[in-house]
């Protein structure tokens, strides 16, 4: 009688020695084999990435400032508009400072607002071409940020996917980024259509707090924006934080 010996159990799900015989451990989900995902070895892009990320941390900064001195002029205004429904002389002179000031924080934050939009668009091409496995090419990642509806989430999903394609786990504030940024954005615009359309003081301060609510939002996006730009940066740069399975379980 002929005895045959059972194939030998498969090892449990794991971090192994790759399987290739490179000096890598790949993750063994008990059937098949997964590799990390590795950011590309070549350092040639690593300096024009770091600049961009640079200059585009700073313009965000820049605009989280605008946006604090806007929440200012806007407090001024609903001072002057306040005391001019109160009958006040001097709150005549209030609103036109108010005036005044808006101007001019409206010009500045059009401008930092656009140089940071640039800036970021360029930042994120550039690494979307740099690395391998996200879900949509790198044009989509400039072109998703402008085409209605789409623009509410596929650059939320873009920016994940550089997450993951620099071999780091997607962090857990990113939608906390997300739902600021996006609803700062609204919440302004909103209190844009209600001062365009204001006829009386009354209207005019609503649309004053609905705009500090929105600027409020935006200053609380931007450090988060700066940890998202510097976090792929840096997965670019030095590369995957600790091994990961390219899926979650």
């Not at 090892?11 to 997964?34: E, L, R, V």
């Not at 005036?99 to 656009?114: E, G, K």
Request: hydrophobic letters at 50%.
């Amino acid at each position: 009688m002929t005895h045959t010996t059972p194939p030998p159990a498969a090892p449990p799900a794991g971090w192994y020695p790759a399987p290739d015989g490179s000096q890598t451990n790949w993750w063994w989900d008990g059937a098949s084999w997964m590799h990390p995902p590795q950011p590309p070895q070549s350092s040639k892009a690593s300096p024009a990435v770091a600049g961009l990320a640079l200059a585009t941390q700073i313009l965000v900064i820049a605009c989280a400032a605008v946006s604090l001195v806007t929440v200012g002029t806007e407090a001024l205004g609903i001072s002057g508009a306040s005391w001019a429904l109160d009958g006040q002389a001097f709150a005549v002179d209030l609103l036109n400072m108010y005036d005044q000031s808006t101007i001019a924080t409206t010009i500045v934050s059009m401008l930092t607002s656009l140089a940071a939009g640039v800036l970021w668009l360029i930042w994120q091409f550039r690494v979307a071409k740099y690395v391998d496995g996200t879900r949509r090419s790198a044009g989509w990642h400039i072109g998703s940020w402008f085409i209605p509806v789409v623009s509410f989430w596929f650059p939320y999903q873009n920016v994940s996917d550089l997450w993951r394609a620099v071999g780091r786990a997607r962090p857990s504030w990113l939608i906390i980024w997300w739902l600021l940024f996006m609803g700062g954005n609204v919440v302004v615009g909103i209190s844009g259509r209600i001062y365009y359309q204001a006829e009386d003081l009354e209207l005019l301060r609503v649309a004053m707090w609905v705009s500090i609510a929105g600027e409020l939002l935006l200053a609380a996006a931007a450090p988060l924006a700066v940890l998202v730009v510097r976090g792929i940066t840096h997965g670019v740069l030095q590369g995957p934080a600790d091994p990961a399975p390219a899926h979650s379980e």
